[in-house]
């Protein structure tokens, strides 16, 4: 199928209103080329002021190379760009794929504050959402785990939107070929390298969909399903804090009484708001245990995330930032 300018404008509508002046996300690949090029029309429909962030994470000898023609065509379309490039020791240790991930998003945030942009757009497409599926499933993930990649997220003052979340790879690939006429684009080797647990999944792929129906759509029609339930808990979790937290006691009455879940989600709402840390993620098992603890007859106090929680004589729990120097999670 081809992406039609309605069919993408269509993902990101009310955008064009809000915003108008956007980032996007440039690796030269098939999906990353795609997403410039239709947002190049549209911007150029809407008024929008356009720019592409590369970042060179110089994991391969030929990167850099690969980056000269992708500036050729940004020059031919009149799209503003900047490469950023990751200086890292030859041997990075640990989690390749993390590391870059985070250098990447490092870099395409500050951008965005560079330019005063209030959108980052990226090329994530419907098999990265198939594929986290089972990566998070096979990790035993949350709800909010499984719900994978939304189509829009925040951070911040920047909007992160994924327009392409719906089209598939043969979609991505015959849009490029029919509407731009491009048949070559980057391909990092990484993406058919069986030692990354994310291409083990897509390699599994084409098995799953044929013997067990679990083909791309719909995987994704559950994610779907699952991101409807998670923002229906969201809601009523935040709707809980407001009754359940005035800005310095959570009411152990009301916080006990309820279900677990909304429990996990209130404590964590109420952690990134206390934290001089800001927002950040705490893991489904903390929170777990955490949740139940301070409702125990016996709980006293506990430091998590950078937020001292205290039981006083009222029974409530008393929340404060930390000392520095007396951080520790439970």
Not at 32 to 40: D, R
Not at 183 to 209: G, K, M
Not at 241 to 265: A, P, V
Request: proline share 2%; glycine share 6%; hydrophobic share 40%.
């Amino acid at each position: 199928m081809v992406i039609t300018e309605a069919l993408f404008e269509e993902r990101i509508q009310h955008l064009v209103k809000l915003e108008k002046k956007w980032v996007i996300g440039l690796s030269g690949g098939a999906d990353s080329l795609c997403l410039i090029l239709l947002a190049n029309v549209l911007a150029k429909a809407h008024g929008i002021e356009l720019f592409a962030c590369i970042v060179d994470h110089k994991l391969r000898i030929e990167s850099s190379d690969e980056i000269l023609p992708i500036l050729d065509l940004l020059g031919k379309a009149g799209i503003r760009h900047k490469v950023f490039t990751w200086h890292h020791d030859d041997d990075i240790g640990g989690s390749i794929e993390r590391k870059a991930r985070d250098a990447r998003y490092g870099f395409l945030y500050g951008f965005c504050e560079e330019v005063g942009a209030g959108v980052l757009v990226t090329a994530h497409h419907a098999m990265d959402q198939w594929e986290t599926f089972f990566m998070r499933l096979s990790h035993g993930s949350s709800l909010r785990g499984l719900s994978c990649i939304k189509p829009v997220s925040r951070c911040g003052n920047v909007l992160l939107v994924r327009p392409l979340l719906d089209f598939t790879p043969s979609d991505i690939r015959e849009t490029l070929a029919d509407r731009f006429g491009i048949w070559t684009y980057v391909n990092d080797p990484s993406n058919s390298d069986p030692r990354f647990e994310r291409v083990r999944w897509r390699n599994a792929h084409q098995q799953l969909a044929k013997n067990h129906g679990l083909d791309i759509m719909n995987v994704n029609k559950t994610i779907t399903r699952l991101q409807n339930a998670n923002d229906c808990l969201d809601k009523m979790a935040n709707n809980a804090t407001q009754e359940i937290f005035d800005g310095t006691y959570i009411k152990m009455s009301m916080f006990s009484e309820l279900h677990i879940e909304l429990r996990m989600r209130v404590l964590h709402t109420v952690l990134n708001a206390v934290s001089a840390r800001g927002p950040h993620i705490i893991s489904y098992d903390l929170l777990h245990r955490v949740s139940h603890d301070i409702c125990a007859p016996g709980f006293v106090a506990t430091n998590l995330s950078g937020v001292v929680m205290r039981k006083d004589r009222t029974k409530n729990v008393r929340c404060s930032q930390e000392e520095r120097g007396l951080s520790r999670d439970s």
